[in-house]
């Protein structure tokens, strides 16, 4: 069965340093996601997107947050200046235009900023 | 703004037995998707079971079933016949009919005593 894939599962970096987290989406899906779960609290969304560009994204996106498509196959997420508050597990997550647009979520990167 | 409230952190079952887990929710929405999650272990989360909104059945597939009071704003899950294997986190999601973004319960660390 197709599945969501993350890269790297672990990765440390240093405030101020930019970081940038890899999916490779289900081939035949259209619509992409980030979400991000600080340790210990809930999963929260932090942007979809689709047709290459955003179609919705939190308060938690901010300006040092971008995403981009860069191929026909990967889903990035950039953090641009990494803040100690960054620290979480980070799902990619895709769907395609199915009714209920179930999602398909990644196996996650955990990312420590020290 | 809606929520998603999950007020078991932790439940335990006997295999073989029956579980039902809580999730409810607060929204002023009349048109949404309620989903169930599973997250075993250092694996990405996977689709249990969903629900639209509009439909007054509960859904089932196979062991899962829910309970879904739209009234009451209540979305149990059910599991029949536990399984060593349905040892993990459960999320309760919500997502509007109008928005791509999925909101989370916090969680509910199911385990399975043999």
């Known amino acids: 069965e197709p599945e969501v894939t993350q890269t790297p599962s672990h990765q440390v970096t240093q405030m101020g340093q930019e970081v940038i987290l890899r999916c490779v989406p289900i081939?035949?899906?259209?619509?992409f996601y980030w979400y991000r779960q600080i340790l210990g609290q809930k999963v929260e969304f932090l942007v979809s997107?689709?047709?290459?560009?955003?179609?919705?994204k939190s308060e938690i996106f901010d300006d040092q947050f971008s995403v981009e498509r860069p191929d026909g196959s990967n889903f990035t997420l950039k953090i641009r200046s990494t803040k100690l508050e960054d620290s979480a597990m980070y799902f990619c997550?895709?769907?395609?235009?199915?009714?209920?647009?179930?999602?398909?979520f990644g196996p996650g990167t955990r990312l420590t900023v020290t | 703004a809606q929520t998603v409230t999950q007020s078991q952190p932790e439940m335990s079952v006997q295999e073989a037995e029956t579980v039902t887990l809580s999730c409810t929710y607060d929204?002023?929405?009349?048109?949404?998707?309620l989903f169930w999650y599973k997250q075993p272990p250092s694996r990405q989360m996977i689709l249990v079971i969903r629900?639209?909104?509009?439909?007054?059945q509960n859904a089932t597939e196979n062991r899962f079933s829910v309970n879904f009071q739209k009234a009451a704003k209540s979305f149990s899950l059910k599991i029949s016949d536990s399984q060593l294997g349905d040892a993990a986190m459960y999320f309760c999601?919500?997502?509007?009919?109008?928005?791509?973004?999925?909101?989370f319960g916090t969680g509910t660390r199911l385990k399975v005593l043999a």
């Open positions: 997550a895709s769907s395609d235009r199915g009714s209920s647009y179930e999602q398909y």
């Open positions: 629900q639209e909104a509009y439909k007054q």
């Open positions: 997107f689709y047709n290459n560009e955003i179609s919705e």
């Open positions: 999601a919500y997502r509007s009919s109008g928005t791509y973004k999925y909101i």
């Open positions: 929204t002023s929405e009349s048109d949404y998707y």
């Open positions: 081939s035949n899906h259209l619509y």
